[in-house]
């Protein structure tokens, strides 16, 4: 069974500072996504990640995928309070279809 | 540019009844899945259609049933509501099971709350 794990799960940072989101999965992928969710909000499609070393930037959101490593990070740069949100890495299995399996998501706060 | 559409946006039930929820995919997609959000969870799998056939179950409780129709919209049917079935559902669809370099697109979510 795919099991994805995040970390951590809850980020309080200071406007202007660097942090990183780590995704550790357990079985072969074929994809993993990267989402935004606002309380009570739909999930904004931040990230698709296909290969082995794809690093995508959007802004101040950079993430990367190591496959041999099974695990996904969302890099965070020079944090602004618009940033805060849920962060939920999610992964398509080699065996599980096309289904997603989302981690347990990120509660990131970014203080003034 | 068109998005998957929900409907009801927000749902009102008592337990024991039975609520529908509709999903509208992106035109041309032909691909849709259902996921429960409960209050402060992730997103977990139901159901998937591609081509209107079931394509993967996932942990949809046997009081739900979904089927996707000719038009390519989708309906997730609830009965015997309980009270933890309240949650957000979101309906996400793709072209292909793969999608176009693996774009899946979420819709907004129907919150069903179960009294």
């Known amino acids: 069974e795919l099991k994805v794990e995040q970390n951590p799960l809850f980020l309080s940072m200071q406007e202007g500072k660097n942090y990183t989101i780590y995704c550790n999965y357990s079985t072969t992928s074929d994809r993993l996504y990267w989402y935004r969710q606002d309380p009570g909000k739909s999930l904004e499609s931040l990230f698709v990640?296909?290969?082995?070393?794809a690093v995508k930037q959007e802004g101040r959101l950079m993430a990367s995928l190591d496959t041999k490593a099974r695990l996904s990070t969302l890099h965070i740069t020079a944090a602004v309070h618009d940033l805060s949100a849920t962060y939920f890495c999610a992964v398509v299995g080699k065996t599980s279809g096309s289904r997603l399996t989302f981690g347990e998501g990120t509660q990131l706060t970014v203080n003034p | 540019a068109a998005g998957v559409i929900q409907s009801p946006r927000h749902l009102i039930k008592e337990k024991r009844e039975t609520a529908t929820l509709k999903c509208y995919p992106i035109p041309r997609h032909d691909t849709v899945y259902w996921y429960q959000q409960g209050p402060g969870q992730d997103p977990q799998f139901l159901i998937s259609?591609?081509?209107?056939?079931?394509?993967d179950k996932g942990s949809i409780p046997d009081r739900f049933s979904a089927q996707q129709f000719s038009d390519y919209h989708s309906e997730l049917n609830m009965s015997s509501l309980e009270l933890g079935d309240s949650a957000l559902y979101f309906c996400?669809?793709?072209?292909?099971?793969?999608?176009?370099?693996?774009?899946?697109?979420f819709g907004e979510g129907s919150r069903l709350t179960v009294l």
């Open positions: 259609f591609y081509e209107k056939m079931q394509s």
């Open positions: 996400a669809s793709s072209f292909g099971l793969a999608g176009v370099a693996g774009e899946l697109f």
């Open positions: 990640l296909l290969s082995n070393g």
